[in-house]
């Protein structure tokens, strides 16, 4: 602990409050020092918290509450309750019917009706043969008052009494005070107590210099030479500062932006698709059978409003139709069935970016290389790694010399960028052939995991397009490598505004 830089840093007000607990009595509240050292309540409240800050005092809150008397409260304190007037009544008259009480006490109904309630709660009376009668009780306490009288006389000669300051049975008494209406005023305050730290008696014990501060440097001073004089504290460079949560990128779209700067430095063009696509452009195009597991409605989202897309070119959904029936002219068997155009017009939102390839394929021609990032659809069943919405980045190279083995290599190449390691699994998609699933290596857990497909596109797909050269295409899951990227165990982390989360990552990755 640098004790002089503590005490160079000390505010004179840090000071002066320092001095006051040095020399005052405790308990010690901040009202204690502002009266000692006739400081200004903002003043002392500041200087303590920068002082409880630098852990030079320990400042105790609790709650009290304060006691007084109310305008009821003050005159019973000196006729004494109500139940005693008629205490005093039946001594002076004896045993009495409820109505003779009414006429001859000097209280109103009200408190006539009180006072026989709390004659009877107290013991002081019994009702016998319909009249009100003192019990051996009630002729002892003629003698003596209770201790809620005593606490009513006493609010009453005092205006306030701390509840914290009663005795045991005066705090009981409150209680019972405190039940019965229009009584007592009762206000909740806040207390402090304030105790030096081992920390604090150091630095007195060591010595504070109380003298004024400088706390400007003005014209004057410089002129006249007079700032060699003055008395300049400290900055305290350790002071408590807010925390600042600077605005920031959505750690998702961070992410889509790096894949999207990787791609175009690997000289990638980037394009783009509806997301309300055509069965035809999102399966059919893609040589996948108008029965195939995945068009099924419990699977893909299809669209009531527009219910069909509009297709192609005549001549396109025509060689599409041959290649699905019996491979048209590409050699292949094609699926054996009768291919039909409505189900191909049908709307629904894109499954995947696949269809933009396709798109782009049939109106550009290779050498090209282009990738897409966009949302896709697909009805699936919410988990910590399924979302019915999510991002991937698609991409296509087509070249006359294009081989599966470059086809790796940029995938490769794009997950080192991402700093990931990444391995390759034979798969099947339908559009492709050879066909792959990339993997990625989780060191924490030892385990790789699966994060997108690709393949060489087939004939059938390439043929209708009319497209010469062989065509490497991809599409990868962007949502579960940011789950990997950002440490998360739940995929929805990335679609809930969990705010603490958001601002504890770092404003740069
Ligand atoms: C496809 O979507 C293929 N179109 C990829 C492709 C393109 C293959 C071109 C060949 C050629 P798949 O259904 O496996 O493949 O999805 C790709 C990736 O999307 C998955 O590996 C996964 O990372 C991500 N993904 C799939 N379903 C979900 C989901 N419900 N929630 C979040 N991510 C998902």
């Known amino acids: ?39 200004d309540i903002k003043a002392v409240m500041s200087a303590l918290g ?104 006493e609010l009453a000669e005092k205006g306030q009494i701390k509840l914290s300051s009663l005795s045991d049975k005066l705090k009981k008494a409150f209680k019972l005070l405190n039940q019965r209406k229009g009584l007592l005023k009762v206000k909740k305050v806040k207390e402090h107590e304030i105790h030096l730290t081992d920390k604090g008696k150091t630095i007195l014990e060591r010595g504070l210099e109380i003298r004024e501060e400088a706390t400007q440097l003005t014209h004057d001073d410089l002129k006249t030479g007079r700032w060699k004089k003055l008395y300049y504290r400290g900055y305290d460079i350790h002071a408590e500062y807010p925390i600042i949560f600077p605005g920031k990128m959505h750690p998702l779209k961070r992410i889509i932006e790096e894949i999207r700067d990787i ?27 108008q029965d195939h597991a995945a068009r099924e409605m419990q699977d893909t989202f299809y669209v009531k409003n527009p219910p069909e897309t509009k297709l192609p070119d005549k001549s396109l959904v025509e060689k599409v139709r041959m290649v699905h029936e019996d491979g048209g002219s590409t050699g292949s068997e094609g699926w054996q069935y009768k291919w039909d155009v409505e189900i191909a017009k049908k709307s629904v939102l894109r499954t995947h970016t696949t269809c933009v390839s396709a798109r782009f394929l049939l109106e550009n021609k290779p050498p090209l290389k282009m990738f897409s990032i966009g949302r896709v659809f697909r009805r699936e069943t919410i988990t ?13 190279v087509a070249a006359e010399n294009v081989t599966f083995k470059n086809l790796l290599g940029i995938l490769r190449e794009f997950y080192t960028r991402l700093g990931f390691k990444v391995r390759f699994r034979p798969a099947y998609f339908p559009y492709t052939y050879l066909s792959t699933e990339c993997e990625i290596y989780l060191p924490e857990k030892e385990t790789w995991i699966e994060l997108g497909g690709a393949g060489m596109f087939r004939p059938e797909v ?34 809930q505004s969990n705010l603490g989360w958001l601002r504890s990552l770092p404003v740069c990755p």
């Open 384 to 396: 910590y790694k399924h979302l019915p919405e999510f991002h991937q980045v698609e991409g296509i």
């Open 50 to 153: 920068s002082l409880e800050s630098k852990g030079l005092v320990s400042v105790h809150k609790s709650v009290d509450k304060i006691l007084k008397p109310t305008h009821a409260s003050k005159k019973y304190a000196i006729k004494g309750l109500p139940e005693r007037q008629i205490l005093q009544l039946l001594s002076k008259e004896g045993p009495l019917e409820i109505s003779e009480i009414m006429k001859k006490s000097s209280l109103d109904k009200t408190e006539n009706k009180v006072a026989i309630g709390w004659l009877m709660r107290k013991k002081w009376a019994k009702i016998e043969d319909n009249t009100i009668k003192i019990t051996s009780e009630g002729e002892k306490s003629l003698e003596r008052l209770g201790s809620d009288e005593i606490l009513l006389q």
């Open 1 to 39: 602990m640098d004790i002089e830089r503590i005490i160079d840093e000390l505010h004179l007000y840090e000071k002066k409050v320092l001095k006051a607990l040095e020399k005052l009595e405790p308990p010690i509240s901040p009202e204690d020092i502002v009266k000692s050292e006739k400081m």
């Open 462 to 495: 390439l043929e209708p397009l009319q497209v010469e050269t062989p065509v490497a295409a991809f599409g990868l899951g962007i949502e579960r490598l940011a789950m990997i990227r950002l440490g998360i165990e739940d995929i929805r982390m990335l679609y």
């Open 263 to 289: 791609f175009l430095k690997m000289g990638f063009t980037e394009a783009r698709g509806p997301i309300i696509e055509s069965a035809f452009w999102n399966f059919d195009c893609l040589f996948q059978p």
